[in-house]
């Protein structure tokens, strides 16, 4: 058995991810195909005005040279001969307006189904993750990849088709007017403009690290405030609100400074650029103005000259702007798809099923050890071997974290055993299909039964996608449950809040109950059912629970002893093994553990008969 631990041991233990996740053009590539068609559409409208763009400064300029022969020599009609020009522009401006409206519509509407893809895939696929998964992530983190991350990836990927496309169609454009106009004014320009975009660039990777850790600032701040605000009746009832106000006020003061740092980047990096701008805007009067002087250039080209660069510049501006969306885009869309194409190791569905006439419920565990994925280096069960014969109630006692929910939770398949087998029927778990296992034989209940925020109806129906109204009130009958249902005004249709927090304990159990009774499971897991009831609650459950015992395979666990006295097999468990196993007169008699274990609790607790 060591050695099997030994080498099994590196397999199950979680994968330490470290790394940033990668982009996956695969995947990006496999929701974007189906709107390759308007994509193409949102392209060519977003090159044609952004060519039109590109034609607008050299009318202008034309327009200008009009304006400068009238104010030399005010001779003929100004308006008759500016009247083209001007209908051409404003033909050109309508024109750029609408393309500039196609393309939008087009684009957002494919960022918005790709996002909806996005989100329903992954999703789809978080639910299917292990429970070992779960073990190790925040609720929030995970939320937030469905919200933030998705949203992030989706304007990026707008503003880089619209932005990107846009502006360097006009960068290109504008260079082959430039270059048409002035070729010694146009090498100038060449020779200042990369100089100043590699600081440019420099001061944006910079920007970009800082925006990174603002990001990651903010999700820590999120998760402090799902954790609270999911968590309020725990926080009110410790009086908490103060220390999570406090923490989240420290998470939000961190994500402050750092946003404020990125601003004040942000500030200095405009600030520098616009003086840089401006000079350049002096500078080409300047050189320009000397070359008009010299009869070199055209006024009027001299203005076409400095609309033109002055769009390139611009453009160029907003590329290293979105250079840094396009990375911040890139890392939220590696967040969105690395959870995308994680596989779980327990699928949810594949293999064989037993047909339900010939299902016992004949649980085995041989030898089995255990250590939780996120816990390698602490085995909870060592050797455990226990069988649960059909048709029995078999109890389970131990001291709190001994491993007796680790037990339930082999047996559900949340996890598989480190070394060891667990059978049903003398199959191996694994070879089973979990989803017929979860849906079709076993019923769980919980100490903390989780309802859902719906109607009673509904969460009842959790247990049976399919079942009939009839079939629901049998459970609620069968779970002691029908009669408190039918007292609330609305019924079954009464909305239970959310986790069922309108309900009382013994109620919320009840309906656990009649969850997992719906189902008709072979094998019956109680989980410290009743334990957190008080006594009269716990006498309406334990009814239930006696009656819904009949005939199943059950696994009562429990640390209150008098619930497990009619089992008709006790066993004891301690560090992880089974110590002993007899029924309650035996274990008495042996003078064990057990004994023991009643001898302490009977000091605690008056028995339960003097309550009653
Ligand atoms: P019991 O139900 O007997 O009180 P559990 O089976 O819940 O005990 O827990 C057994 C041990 O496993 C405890 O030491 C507990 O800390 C640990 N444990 C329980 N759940 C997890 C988990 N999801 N990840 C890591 N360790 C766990
Ligand atoms: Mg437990």
């Known amino acids: 058995v060591a050695l099997c631990e030994a080498e099994e041991a590196p397999l199950a233990r979680s994968r330490p991810r470290v790394l940033e996740p990668r982009f996956n053009w695969t995947l990006f590539w496999q929701f974007l195909r189906p709107h390759l068609l308007v994509l193409g559409a949102a392209i060519v409208l977003a090159l044609g005005a952004a060519l039109v763009n590109v034609q607008i400064p050299l ?10 022969k009238y104010t ?30 196609g393309y939008l519509v087009l684009l957002s509407r494919i960022g918005e189904r790709m996002a909806v893809d996005l989100r329903r895939a992954l999703f789809c696929n978080l639910l299917r993750q292990d429970i070992e998964f779960f073990d190790a992530k925040k609720t929030g983190q995970l939320v937030s990849r469905l919200t933030t991350d998705v949203q992030e990836f989706k304007s990026s990927f707008k503003l880089v088709i619209s932005q990107g496309l846009r502006s360097c169609t006009q960068v290109a454009g504008c260079l082959v007017s430039l270059s048409m106009l002035s070729t010694r004014l146009t090498l100038l320009l060449m020779v200042a403009t990369p100089a100043l975009m590699g600081v440019g660039t ?20 999120t998760g402090v405030a799902d954790e609270a605000l999911g968590n309020v009746r725990t926080v009110r009832a410790f009086a908490m609100e103060q220390r999570e106000e406090e923490r989240y006020g420290a998470e939000l003061e961190g994500s402050r400074c750092k946003a404020e740092e990125l601003g004040r980047g942000i500030a200095l990096f405009q600030g520098l650029s616009n003086i840089a701008f401006n000079c350049m805007v002096l500078g080409t009067l300047f050189v320009g103005g000397s070359l008009v002087a010299g009869q070199q250039l055209t006024g009027g080209d001299l203005m076409s000259f400095l609309v033109a660069s002055q769009t390139v510049q611009r453009s160029m501006a907003n590329l290293s702007i979105l250079f ?52 390698p280096g602490f085995p909870v069960l060592r050797d455990f071997s226990l069988t649960l ?34 059978t049903l029927d003398g199959q191996d778990l694994r070879t089973l299909d979990p989803s017929w296992l979860r849906s079709q034989v076993i019923g769980f209940i919980s100490q903390e039964p989780v309802l859902f925020g719906t109607t009673i109806m509904e969460n009842i ?4 996608v399919d079942a009939s109204d009839e079939e629901v009130y049998a459970a609620a009958r069968e779970a002691n449950a029908h009669e408190f249902i039918t007292s609330f005004p609305e019924g079954y249709n009464t909305i239970v809040g959310e986790r069922g927090a309108t309900l009382s304990g013994g109620q919320k159990q009840r309906l656990a109950i009649a969850r997992a009774l719906i189902k008709q499971p072979a094998v019956l897991i109680l989980d410290e059912a009743t334990s957190a009831l008080d006594s009269e609650s716990e006498r ?23 619930t497990v006295r ?12 089974v110590c002993e196993v007899g029924t309650h007169e035996e274990l008495l008699k042996k003078g064990g553990l057990y004994s023991e274990l009643i001898r302490r609790q009977a000091l605690d607790t008056p028995p339960p008969e003097a309550a009653q």
């Open 566 to 577: 009619a089992a008709h097999r006790i066993v004891v468990m301690a560090h992880g093994r």
């Open 202 to 221: 420099l001061m944006g990777s910079a920007l970009r690290k800082l925006s990174r850790q603002c990001q990651e600032q903010v999700a820590r701040a």
């Open 72 to 101: 030399r020599d005010h001779a003929g009609s100004f308006l008759t001969e500016s009247r083209s020009l001007s209908t051409h522009l404003l033909l050109l401006y309508g024109l750029q307006g609408l393309l500039t409206f």
């Open 461 to 464: 129906r959790f247990g049976k």
């Open 59 to 68: 009318l202008l300029g034309q327009l200008v040279e009009i304006v400068a």
């Open 540 to 562: 309406v459950v334990q009814e239930a629970l006696d009656r819904a015992s009949a005939g199943r395979t059950v696994l009562v666990i429990a640390h209150r002893l008098s």
């Open 324 to 375: 840094g969306q396009v990375v911040r885009g890139l890392s939220a869309g590696a967040r969105v798809f690395e959870y995308m194409t994680l596989s779980p190791g327990i699928p949810l569905s594949g293999g064989c099923s037993l047909p339900r006439e010939h299902l016992r419920g004949s649980i085995t565990f041989h030898n089995v050890s255990f250590s939780y994925p996120c816990r």
């Open 389 to 422: 014969p059909p048709g029995k109630i078999v109890a389970l006692v131990g001291q709190s974290g001994g491993g007796k929910t680790t037990v339930a939770s082999l047996l559900e398949r949340f996890y598989d055993p480190t070394a060891g087998v667990v």
